[in-house]
């Protein structure tokens, strides 16, 4: 499994497409990639303007299959330009 969990914050002016846009290729990701366990953005509570994105993959092909379908190509350029910067992944590992 590969699981992480990727912190961005987004132009203020941008906030709506950038919601828009989280909103479509969550859709986008649910409904083409079976090998996608879990894929899900989020609000932080605490950070205003700060969202994340939670992305668990079968393995890494499969993450690298989701980086390469059409709706990710077309979606994903808008939404990154969206950010005030870039994101940050957090690598989360099972504890066994």
Avoid at 16 to 36: K, M, Y
Avoid at 65 to 82: G, K, M, Q, V
């Amino acid at each position: 499994m590969l699981t992480f969990l990727a912190r961005m914050k987004v132009k203020p002016e941008k906030e709506q497409d950038f919601l828009r846009l989280a909103r479509e290729l969550t859709a986008e990701v649910r409904a083409r990639e079976p090998e996608t366990v879990a894929y899900e953005f989020f609000k932080l509570r605490d950070e205003p303007l700060g969202y994340a994105v939670y992305e668990q993959f079968l393995n890494e092909e499969a993450e690298k299959a989701h980086l390469n379908t059409p709706h990710f190509h077309r979606i994903a350029p808008d939404l990154i330009e969206c950010l005030d910067g870039t994101y940050v992944r957090e690598y989360l590992d099972p504890l066994d």
